[in-house]
Nanobody, 115 residues
Framework: QVQLVESGGGLVQAGGSLRLSCSAS????????MGWYRQAPGKQRRELVASITSGGSRNYADFVKGRFTISRDNTKNTVYLQMNNLEPEDTAVYYC????????WGQGTQVTVSS
């Protein structure tokens, strides 16, 4: 069983920045990959934002390339999402995601970007 706890969401103006954190209850060396998804208002599906393997390979959605950076600190069992140049379209609930035998989800953290 893996528990994921997210933090760092909030309200920011367009062009601003936020950093999301997700801490796992087990060693992140055993979790591969870890990542972030988001669910925008009125949308039924979560979409991939970014993911990172235990070896550091990163994958980004096209809509965040050049603006967001995912990283992980395996000594802290934590994955981060640095979000720069935020746009109103980035408004969503952001969920941490981890795979360790099966998929685990965090509770979600709200990110709201005002224009």
């Amino acid at each position: 069983q893996v528990q994921l706890v997210e933090s760092g969401g909030g309200l920011v103006q367009a062009g601003g920045s936020l950093r999301l954190s997700c801490s796992a209850s087990v060693s992140s060396f055993s979790i591969n990959p870890m990542g972030w998804y988001r669910q925008a208002p009125g949308k039924q599906r979560r979409e991939l934002v970014a993911s990172i393997t235990s070896g550091g390979s990163r994958n980004y959605a096209d809509f965040v390339k050049g603006r967001f950076t995912i990283s992980r600190d395996n000594t802290k069992n934590t994955v981060y999402l640095q979000m720069n140049n935020l746009e109103p379209e980035d408004t969503a609930v952001y969920y941490c995601n981890a795979f360790r035998g099966r998929t685990y989800w965090g509770q979600g953290t709200q990110v709201t970007v005002s224009s």
